[in-house]
């Protein structure tokens, strides 16, 4: 079988034979990186009501912005921009707290919010019209190369290695692609590729079987990429990662004024050509809905998780917290993951991931729960409209399949447990999307409520 390392290493030459030339020299310093903020985040409702998507709390410790930021780091590209346009001030708080690049480096971290400008006042439309409108910030950057990510998906890539394919390859645009089911085909860009990887079709979220089985992939071309064709995936899907040209990038953006990479442009070019599949054989989440967020952090208590933060090949950066270790008295923790600053005291914690200074009393049972996590232990003086003094979880609560905000407060013997078994619910500061409970941000929960 071949693998990713010979689907990248290998070269083909004019005629289509392989060459004996192994790899072309890649200097990430010609390369930047653009990584797109988000739109309203609608699917993700309630924990985006005080903030966007990338400023979500992920693992404990991390926000969902840290993934791109860290993947592109790791990667040696050093000049990077984030696009952001919906509750941004949190993200840019987190980004301007963390990431400071040496005062002797070339190298920059630059915020892009929406803006009025003297030929456009609106806000951005979609993923491309949000790169059209910072258009002249990217004429000024010198780079051959920009790589477009999205800034709430979970992976671990290499970008050096897929500007080394694009370079190979010698095409305008390289999407990164994945095999994915019938059953997310249908949410996701699926394209049709040719023996030299290069994309011939396009269609943003196909519905219609007909058009499904033109788009199947055939596990033998998958295969070749190097990609895993044993479990039942035969659509090649865009992961909204791309690589463009310097200006192949500034062309079609000026040609097309349509609003979207997935639904507009990138179709457009495949009728144009020179555009081509790189392919990734590795996890990849795009954290579009509170039941895959509630999965995906559930799932890096797995012994062995599929996403792993504890890779140092791939280091995550986030904020440090400057904050003692867990205490833990008399609990039983089983599968989980308890961060710095916390308290506990629980009688249970189990599948469970507790955020930095997460305090939690006796007799109180966690299971299969993400708990945010506190910004504080008391508060600065407040009123009470203000959210509480003291977050924590109280005595004697049970508490399962649940998103427990910041900063909020559950009162003695609740039980959030989806007694009804509901899918959907809605109240002042509960809500149940997926069948998961969320609690929102500073939320109070009295004494003895049961959900």
Avoid at 64 to 89: E, G
Avoid at 413 to 437: A, C, E, M, P, W
């Amino acid at each position: 079988m071949h693998t990713i390392r010979d689907a990248i290493n290998t070269i083909t030459d004019k005629d289509g034979h392989p060459s004996t030339k192994k790899e072309y020299p890649v200097d990430m310093q010609n390369v930047a990186c653009l990584i797109l903020g988000g739109g309203q985040g609608s699917r993700l409702h309630p924990l985006t009501l005080t903030r966007c998507k990338p400023a979500i709390c992920f693992g404990g410790r991390y926000r969902l912005i840290d993934v791109p930021v860290s993947n592109s780091i790791n990667s040696h590209i050093q000049k990077i921009f984030i696009v952001t346009q919906f509750l941004s001030s949190s993200l840019h708080r987190h980004i301007l707290q963390t990431y400071r690049l040496d005062t002797f480096s070339t190298g920059f971290i630059e915020l892009l919010g929406a803006e009025q400008k003297p030929d456009k006042n609106s806000w951005y439309q979609g993923t491309a019209d949000a790169v059209r409108q910072n258009l002249e910030y990217l004429i000024e950057t010198p780079a051959d190369y920009f790589l477009i990510l999205s800034g709430d998906q979970l992976y671990h890539m290499d970008f050096q290695k897929m500007v080394r394919y694009a370079m190979q390859k010698d095409v305008d645009v390289l999407v990164a692609a994945l095999p994915v089911s019938e059953k997310d085909a249908n949410r996701m860009g699926i394209m049709k590729i040719n023996e030299d990887h290069h994309i011939v079709d396009f269609h943003e979220k196909p519905d219609d079987v007909a058009l499904l089985e033109k788009l199947r992939t055939a596990s033998s071309t998958l295969e070749k990429m190097g990609l895993d064709a044993r479990d039942n995936k035969p659509y090649l899907a865009s992961m909204g990662i791309y690589l463009f040209k310097r200006e192949a990038l500034f062309n079609l953006l000026k040609n097309d004024p349509r609003e979207d990479f997935g639904k507009h442009l990138i179709p457009n070019k495949v009728k144009q050509g020179s555009i081509a599949a790189y392919p990734h054989n590795g996890y990849w989440e795009d954290i579009g809905t509170i039941e895959s967020f509630h999965k995906a952090n559930i799932a890096l208590c797995a012994k062995e998780p599929l996403f792993d933060c504890y890779n140092e090949k791939h280091p995550i950066y986030t904020h440090g917290y400057h904050l003692p270790g867990p205490k833990i008295y008399n609990t039983e923790v089983t599968n989980s993951i308890i961060c710095e600053g916390s308290i506990i005291e629980a009688d249970e914690i189990s599948n469970s991931l507790l955020g930095p200074r997460s305090v939690i009393k006796k007799g109180s049972i966690i299971r299969d729960t993400y708990v945010m996590g506190n910004e504080f232990y008391h508060a600065p003086s407040r009123s009470s409209h203000n959210g509480p003094e003291h977050p924590f979880i109280d005595e004697n609560c049970i508490i399962r399949h649940a998103i427990i905000d910041k900063n909020a407060v559950i009162g003695k013997g609740v039980q959030l447990i989806n007694k009804g078994r509901l899918t959907h619910y809605d109240s002042k500061n509960i809500f149940i999307r997926d069948g998961v409970i969320v609690v929102l941000r500073g939320a109070v929960i009295p004494d003895g409520f049961i959900l």
